[in-house]
């Protein structure tokens, strides 16, 4: 069994560190109007253009605050307070705002970035020594508005395994909402009823060639996170009623990863790292002998993943977030620590 520890969290934080500011290769998110349009990353993003895009660039520094919170002697955490106080400041942050101003700027990074731009305030939030989550939080705000509009429009959850999944994003949001927005966080568990509450005897036709999330288990997490305690189990195993016995087989079975430097493919790394998260999440709603399953097959799904985290830039600038996600589930359960604890390093 892997945990998170003082080395391997300086590990995580060196990945991080070396592609946030890394302004190409980039893909963006952006629409263009007008041959002035056309700018570069840095200038239409002057926080998050590293990293790929934007939304990489986001979770890349969601991980950089976590470590920094969780191991805040590790050698590392210097730098990360140095780079973060350079890159959250008040017109920094407003040029993040105003891009979202921009015609045809509505689906911009939606949901995925916009679940993570949240989760990011949440953690900078609980900097204290920090100007961090001030500087971030009219932009998560604005995200949040967004989100409770969208919601009130969607009619059906998208549920594929990658960035336009709505479980994914209501687990972020929820998170966010809980802190700082309760209309909303009542709005996403509304809506997570009226979607999944009904959901039974779950095939898992999954995975698909370029997941990197368990549609099937993201939905799962999403009903834990949303429905109250007493009322979960039962949706559980009516939903996954044959989860004792290994059933979908395919919820079980790591990924198989045939060519890292594909960006799409490579995606089955973060399937795998995603699917240990969920399930280390979700066993602490089982016991006995299905509670020992699912920490094994947690296990295993981390095992497939882990040495692959680092070496080719397709995963490299994102695979870190998603591993950090499994190892903490993992060490919160053992109880080496728990979200917003700090663990010396």
Not at 197 to 215: K, N, V, Y
Not at 264 to 270: F, T, V
Request: proline fraction near 5%; hydrophobic fraction near 45%.
């Amino acid at each position: 069994m892997m945990y998170l520890d003082a080395d391997l969290a300086a590990r995580l934080a060196d990945i991080a560190l070396g592609h946030v500011r890394q302004e190409y290769p980039h893909k963006l998110d952006h629409v263009l109007l007008r041959d002035e349009d056309a700018m570069q990353p840095h200038v239409l993003h002057p926080i998050f253009y590293g990293s790929f895009d934007w939304h990489s660039c986001v979770h890349g520094w969601w991980t950089l605050l976590t470590l920094r919170r969780l191991f805040p002697q590790m050698p590392a955490a210097a730098a990360i307070r140095a780079l973060a106080d350079d890159s959250f400041t008040a017109d920094k942050a407003q040029a993040e705002l105003d891009y979202l101003a921009r015609p045809l700027s509505s689906g911009f990074e939606r949901p995925y970035g916009w679940a993570w731009l949240m989760a990011l305030h949440l953690e900078a939030s609980r900097h204290e020594d920090a100007s961090w989550g001030d500087m971030l939080e009219p932009l998560a705000k604005a995200f949040a508005e967004r989100l409770g509009r969208y919601l009130a429009l969607l009619t059906y959850p998208i549920r594929a395994g990658t960035h336009f999944n709505t479980a994914f994003a209501l687990v972020l949001a929820g998170e966010w909402a809980a802190r700082f927005d309760l209309a909303v966080q009542g709005q996403i568990r509304e809506r997570a009823r009226h979607w999944f509450g009904e959901d039974r005897q779950c095939q898992a036709w999954e995975p698909s060639g370029d997941d990197f999330l368990s549609p099937a288990l993201i939905e799962a997490l999403c009903m834990m996170r949303t429905m109250p305690p007493g009322e979960f189990a039962p949706w559980l195993h009516a939903f996954l009623p044959e989860l004792s016995r290994c059933r979908p087989g395919t919820l079980f079975q790591p990924a198989t990863v045939s060519d890292r430097s594909d960006g799409k493919i490579a995606h089955l790394d973060g399937l795998n790292l995603s699917r240990a998260w969920c399930w280390k999440q979700l066993s602490q709603a089982l016991s006995g002998g299905e509670r020992s399953l699912v920490d094994r097959t947690a296990d295993d799904h981390l095992s497939a993943a882990m040495p692959h985290l680092s070496g080719d830039y397709a995963g490299e600038h994102w695979l870190a977030t998603f591993a950090l996600l499994a190892l903490h589930s993992q060490s919160a359960a053992s109880g080496s620590f728990a979200l917003g604890e700090e663990q010396q390093g």
